[in-house]
């Protein structure tokens, strides 16, 4: 079953800007993990952000974490073309096995 | 290292043919799994395996899937009279135990079922 949903759908910007993308889940976790796909293909790992933790850098990403309002955003700065792919969220809610969202689209246009 | 890797990487079958789709974790990995992914969707669990321990099949969508890991490493997906249904990308994963640890995943073999 689905538990993390990404949110928008799709995101359209420029290269050089600022991408934010937002994932919700239902039940209580141990940790969230922000994947990146890149034609349909493999995913990617890009971050894990265990449950005690509020904010976590890599890199040119930033992910939060709210427990209290089952949320998390990807931060995604300076954006650059190599950047476009989907972006998943996944969530181990009921154990082992991650439960992914439907994904956000990135588009980033030189 | 080497990462996950899985063949085919692409698989066009007629429908009522059997398949078999091959992963190969990375090594050292105790904890295995298969994903599904249809078109722009999320993915979907199928199987794990951790160890030694018997396989949770909770996420086997019917029982023309099955799944065996053999000597605790390489593992094979078996989909037997394919559907045009099953079309989908088929995704492995290893984790160095299980739970909390991160999933790393394999390029995926693309089914097509005619």
């Known amino acids: 079953s689905q538990q993390g949903e990404e949110d928008p759908q799709a995101l359209s910007i420029q290269e050089g800007e600022n991408a934010t993308m937002n994932c919700s889940y239902k039940?209580?976790?141990?940790?969230l993990q922000w994947y990146r796909q890149n034609s349909g293909r493999g995913l990617v790992h890009l971050i894990l952000i265990r449950s005690n933790e509020r904010e976590k850098h890599s890199g040119r990403l930033r992910v939060t974490l709210d427990t209290s309002k089952k949320s998390s955003s990807l931060l995604i700065t300076a954006s650059r073309a190599a950047d476009t792919a989907s972006y998943f969220c996944?969530?181990?809610?009921?154990?082992?096995?991650?439960?992914f969202g439907k994904g956000t689209s990135l588009l980033v246009t030189p | 290292g080497a990462g996950v890797s899985q063949s085919p990487s692409n698989k066009v079958t007629e429908k009522g043919k059997d398949v078999e789709l091959r992963c190969d974790p990375i090594s050292g990995h105790t904890a295995l799994y298969w994903y599904r992914q249809s078109l722009g969707q999320g993915l979907e669990f199928l199987i794990y395996f951790q160890g030694n321990s018997a396989p949770d099949k909770s996420g086997l969508p019917s029982d023309r899937f099955s799944a065996e890991r053999t000597g605790g490493s390489v593992s094979t997906l078996t989909i037997q009279r394919t559907q045009q249904e099953d079309s989908a990308v088929y995704l492995c994963?290893?984790?160095?135990?299980?739970?909390?640890?991160?999933?790393?995943f394999g390029p995926g073999t693309r089914l097509t079922v005619l």
């Open positions: 039940t209580s976790i141990n940790n």
């Open positions: 994963a290893s984790s160095l135990a299980s739970g909390t640890d991160t999933q790393y």
């Open positions: 996944a969530t181990d809610g009921s154990g082992y096995a991650l439960n």
